[in-house]
């Protein structure tokens, strides 16, 4: 079958895509579009400005959508990229709104550190291999 995971083998990047697509989703459609926190709002008022809340959370929701849509797709890592991008566009995002609020509101420093640590994780984590399938692994003795 051609784009099957070896049998055995776990795609810890494809499994961090999907994990952080579904909290991306969540996150839009719970925190955002049903409830957004009025603190959140009004620190994010530099990116609401040109954007109104419910679009951004739909734009969390796609992006989410878009990472588990690529988290489920095997030997694809054009693809895979696609994923991660979508997550740390979103989470660029929102850090670069808490960090442009920090001057006006100096708590917004800790969601700002938060955020930029999150986007710079998604980064990293997309420039990692998953471990080769234990067929071609060496034997180590």
């Known amino acids: 079958m051609l784009g099957a995971a070896p049998r055995g083998t776990v795609s810890r990047r494809r499994a961090v895509l999907v994990v952080l697509g579904a909290g991306w989703a969540g996150y839009g459609a719970l925190g955002i579009l049903a409830s957004p ?3 959140t709002s009004d620190l994010l008022a530099e990116i609401t400005r040109w954007v109104p809340m419910p679009v951004l959370g739909w734009l969390w929701v796609t992006a989410g959508t878009v990472a588990i849509g690529a988290g489920l797709v095997t030997n694809c890592p054009r693809v895979q990229a696609a994923g991660y ?3 740390a566009a979103v989470a660029g995002l929102w ?3 808490f960090v442009l609020a920090v001057p006006r509101a ?3 420093s800790g969601s700002a550190s938060i955020w ?3 986007a710079l994780a998604v980064v990293v984590v997309s420039g990692m291999d998953d471990p080769l399938p234990r067929a071609i692994r060496k034997r180590w003795r």
């Open 37 to 39: 926190r009025a603190g």
């Open 85 to 87: 991008a979508a997550l």
């Open 95 to 97: 850090a670069a709104g």
């Open 106 to 108: 100096p708590t917004a």
């Open 116 to 118: 930029v640590a999150i």
